[in-house]
């Protein structure tokens, strides 16, 4: 059976990239499933990795700040 990505996964990846393209990937993901997306787990994972990554600008993206 091939692995599908959730739509978590992908955000996740997406923010932690430094590409552009991938940043505005990521934005387009939050918009798109905006209603589906489950907060609850990606915000923990992003605030650690914001922190440990010193990308500040991550939580801004998730939270529609950035």
């Known amino acids: 059976m091939i692995p599908v990505a959730t739509v978590e996964g992908l955000v996740l990846m997406k923010l932690i990239s430094e590409r552009q393209k991938d940043v505005d990937d990521a934005r387009a993901l939050l918009r798109r499933f905006q209603k589906t997306l ?29």
């Open 38 to 66: 489950d907060r609850e787990y990606l915000a923990p994972l992003l605030t650690e990795l914001s922190e440990a990554l010193s990308q500040p600008g991550i939580l801004a993206i998730f939270h529609g700040e950035g």
